[in-house]
C-alpha cells in the first residue's frame, strides 16, 4: 500500500516535471532559433559551442551538489523516470520525505518561472516538519 501511495506521489510529480522540461526545451530551442536568424553560421557556431560548455559545466556542479539526479541523464527518454530510475532509491531518508510530502496541487507553473528555486523553501520547511 505504501508502495501504491509512493507510486502515485511521484507520478504526479513526475508530470511537474515532464511539463516544466518540456516549457523550458521549448523557450530555449526558441532562443537558438532567433540567435541563428540574427548571426552568421560562423558565430552561430562558437555561441553554440560557449553554450554547450556553459550548460556542461552547470550540470557537472548540479551532479556534484545533488548526486541523486546523477540517474535522470541516464534515464530522462523515459516518461517515468522518477520511478524507473535509480533516483529514488539514492535519496537521504529526509529528502525522500521531501517529495513524498510535497503538496502536488500547491504547483504554480508562474510562481516556477518567475523563480526556479521558489519551491526550495516549501521542501526544507517539510524536511524540517
Not at 32 to 51: A, M, T, V, W
Not at 76 to 90: G, H, I, M, Q, R
Amino acid at each position: 500500500m505504501e508502495n501504491d501511495n509512493l507510486k502515485i506521489q511521484l507520478d504526479s510529480i513526475q508530470r511537474i516535471l515532464n511539463y516544466c522540461i518540456t516549457q523550458t526545451y521549448n523557450v530555449l530551442i526558441g532562443n537558438i532559433l532567433r540567435k541563428k536568424g540574427c548571426i552568421n553560421n560562423i558565430q552561430f557556431k562558437e555561441i553554440l559551442q560557449k553554450e554547450y560548455i556553459r550548460i556542461t559545466d552547470e550540470l557537472s556542479s548540479i551532479y556534484l551538489n545533488h548526486p541523486a539526479l546523477a540517474c535522470v541523464e541516464e534515464y530522462y527518454n523515459d516518461d517515468d523516470f522518477l520511478w524507473e530510475s535509480t533516483f529514488f532509491e539514492s535519496l537521504t531518508k529526509e529528502q525522500k520525505q521531501k517529495y513524498t510530502s510535497f503538496s502536488v496541487s500547491s504547483f504554480e507553473y508562474t510562481k516556477y518561472i518567475d523563480r526556479h528555486t521558489s519551491y526550495n523553501d516549501v521542501l526544507r520547511t517539510l524536511q524540517n516538519s
